[in-house]
């Protein structure tokens, strides 16, 4: 059974970092396209970074362009989000996604919620002095 993990969340200062995990279960997380979003209170969900299954492609919201970056680490089967320089307006739950997409391959990925299929239980991220 696919399963997917997320954790690191928390209540941190404006400026501060986080680094959120999101691990899988019941399959190989390198044959799959990954994408973390994040939904506010009373907002849509917003993707805000993926990563094709080969690592090569990586995307980013404009919003987070600077400050977040994605990997991955197959041998681990975790992808990850480095999150720096957070700001109030960061805070959300954050979700990390899975699909494959024959039509991306290996080197394309997502930022569009719906094109994913597979979804953790969400962390939630508090930016707040």
């Known amino acids: 059974q696919l399963q997917l993990v997320e954790s690191g969340g928390g209540l941190v200062q404006p400026g501060g970092s986080l680094r959120l995990s999101c691990a899988a279960s019941g399959f190989r997380l390198d044959y799959y396209a990954i994408g973390w979003f994040r939904q506010a209170p009373g907002k849509e969900r917003e993707g805000v970074s993926c990563?094709?299954?080969?690592?090569?492609?990586?995307n980013l919201a404009s919003s987070v362009k600077g400050r977040f970056t994605i990997s991955r680490d197959n041998a681990n089967n975790t992808v990850y989000l480095q999150m720096n320089s957070l700001k109030p307006e960061d805070t959300a739950v954050y979700y990390c996604?899975?699909?494959?997409?024959?039509?991306?391959?290996?080197?394309?990925?997502?930022?569009?919620?719906?094109?994913?299929?597979?979804w953790g239980q969400g962390t939630q991220v508090t930016v707040s002095s």
């Open positions: 990563i094709s299954s080969s690592g090569g492609t990586i």
């Open positions: 996604a899975a699909t494959i997409n024959r039509s991306w391959g290996s080197t394309l990925c997502s930022t569009y919620y719906p094109q994913y299929d597979s």
